[in-house]
């Protein structure tokens, strides 16, 4: 499997689906017989892994959009936990 | 405590999370472990395509998410993809529990399309003869073909056993047939005892010295082909001294909708005495989760008896399964007799000890649907 870079472009796993739940005020991820419920920041982060952005790309955005600095440790931290969970996977 | 004080922690209940469309009790095969009714409603009784539509629209708007696709079985309805299509484009995620009965590759294409996300696939054991068998059809090739769809259309496979007396010595065979079939996941699930599955009890329960050979092979399995393969094994509860919080507590995430538009917290409670079960015909999905006498009949702790009613373990397990407790019983209040803390655990210890004794002989098993039995369920 390759390894998390600032090069990657990971993707929504398959079998997973992420969207916008009103009833529950928040993003989830769905997957079979269940249901991840995001806080804020995983979800800024997962609605950019499109397959097409680069992790940089993703990390400068999220930097850009709530005008802070430094969040590459974080955001890659994330990125390691739900690769690991098949939240996320690269797309060839 | 006051009255009022007592009823303010039951304030509204969630969403229906997870809906489960029962789409049918027709079906292809007889399975004798089936948990569907003994006595099911005829066909002509079954909600048409636009009864199911409306039926999502109402669960959606009020937040349901997971859609289970199952019955009977759920293809032999041919309005199943218009059915997905709509289900999809609501923002369902759908899983389709299906035996592969008529899932050609035509009608898989056209689910796919339809975004249907999930499919579990049932087989009734390793062996052609044995599957056969069990499910009194000849439809073992037909479910390896299905096996081999399911992955040509980049779906998980998800396969899913029902184990009893007759095929739990073969978990080896059954997970190498899985692993064979480039399975992703199986789920090993004991035998629950309800419908036709209650009336087979005596045939069907294990004994002990099988399940822990069962179990022994899971594991060994498991170490071999680590995350390749994950093995779901769910523990046949006679043989536990806690209950199941079934259905994480009646009323509070399910909602099961039967093929002829009666709302349940469970697929079983249908049998439950006493209770209305309102019909999607004439009420809304909101007025049924939310104002209905059945769905709030068992929501909170209010009609909880001893050993329950006291028990710090109430809010994780919630006295256990209703339809168990009235089985076992003939009081679905209750503590579910699973518990070793309910003065009626000894009925299931009982059921387990003569399971052992009676291995062989007694009554012949009752294949689903074909043989009629009258006041039977």
Redesign the interface.
Same mark, same amino acid.
């Given at each position: 499997m390759e390894s998390l870079s600032e090069a990657s472009c990971p993707a929504v796993g398959r079998g997973f689906r992420l969207q916008w739940e009103s009833a529950q005020d928040a993003h989830v991820l769905l997957y079979p017989e269940g249901m991840v419920k995001l806080n804020p920041s995983a979800a800024a982060i997962l609605t950019r892994c499109d397959g097409a952005r680069t992790v940089a790309d993703i990390i400068s955005d999220l930097e850009r959009v709530y005008s802070i600095e430094g969040l590459g440790e974080d955001v890659l931290a994330f990125l390691r936990l739900a690769l690991q969970r098949g939240w996320l996977e690269f797309r060839q | 405590m006051t009255a009022e004080a007592r009823q303010a922690p039951s304030r509204r209940p969630g #969403?229906p /999370?997870?809906l489960l469309l029962e789409l049918t009790y027709r079906c292809p095969l007889h399975c004798v472990f089936c948990y569907n009714p003994t006595d099911f409603p005829h066909v002509a009784t079954e909600l048409d395509t636009g009864e199911w539509l409306r039926v999502l629209r109402e669960a959606r708007a /009020? =937040?349901a @998410? $997971?859609l =289970?696709l199952s019955g009977g079985e759920p293809l032999v309805r041919n309005d199943l993809t218009a059915i997905v299509a709509e289900a999809h484009r609501l =923002?369902f995620?759908t899983?389709l529990t299906t035996s592969g009965v008529g899932l050609t590759e035509e009608r898989l294409a056209a689910l796919k399309d339809a975004g249907l996300?999930?499919i $579990?696939l049932s087989f009734q054991d390793s062996t052609p003869a044995m599957n056969d068998f069990l499910s009194s059809t000849h439809t073992f090739e037909l479910k390896s073909k299905v096996a081999a769809l399911i992955k040509k259309y980049?779906y #998980?496979m @998800?396969l899913n056993v029902v184990l009893h007396r007759l095929n739990i010595d073969h978990v080896e065979e059954i997970l190498a047939m899985a692993e064979r079939m480039g399975a992703e996941y199986v789920e090993l699930a004991n035998t629950q005892y309800y419908g036709w599955a209650w009336l087979n009890r005596a045939q069907l329960l294990p004994s002990r010295a099988q399940l822990l050979r069962a179990e022994q092979s899971m594991r060994r399995f498991r170490a071999l082909v680590g995350s390749r393969l994950r093995i779901f094994f769910v523990v046949p509860d006679y043989f536990e001294t806690r209950p199941k919080p079934c259905m994480n507590g009646l009323g509070r995430v399910f909602l099961a909708i039967a093929p002829d538009g009666v709302a349940l917290p469970c697929h079983a409670a249908r049998m439950l005495p006493g209770l209305s079960f309102p019909n999607v015909r004439e009420a809304s999905i909101e007025s049924i989760w939310y104002d209905s006498a059945a769905f709030n009949h068992y929501r909170g702790e209010e009609w909880m008896k001893e050993p329950c009613r006291s028990c710090p373990e109430r809010s994780r397990d919630f006295g256990g399964c209703r339809c168990q407790a009235y089985l076992l019983t003939g009081d679905a209040a209750n503590a579910d007799p699973v518990c070793d803390r309910s003065p009626h655990h000894h009925l299931v210890t009982r059921a387990v000890e003569q399971a052992a004794a009676a291995a062989t002989g007694g009554q012949p098993l009752l294949f689903r649907g074909l043989r009629v039995r009258k006041g039977a369920g």
């Open positions: - | #969403p /999370l997870w /009020l =937040g @998410v $997971q =289970g =923002g995620y899983n996300d999930h $579990q980049r #998980p @998800v």
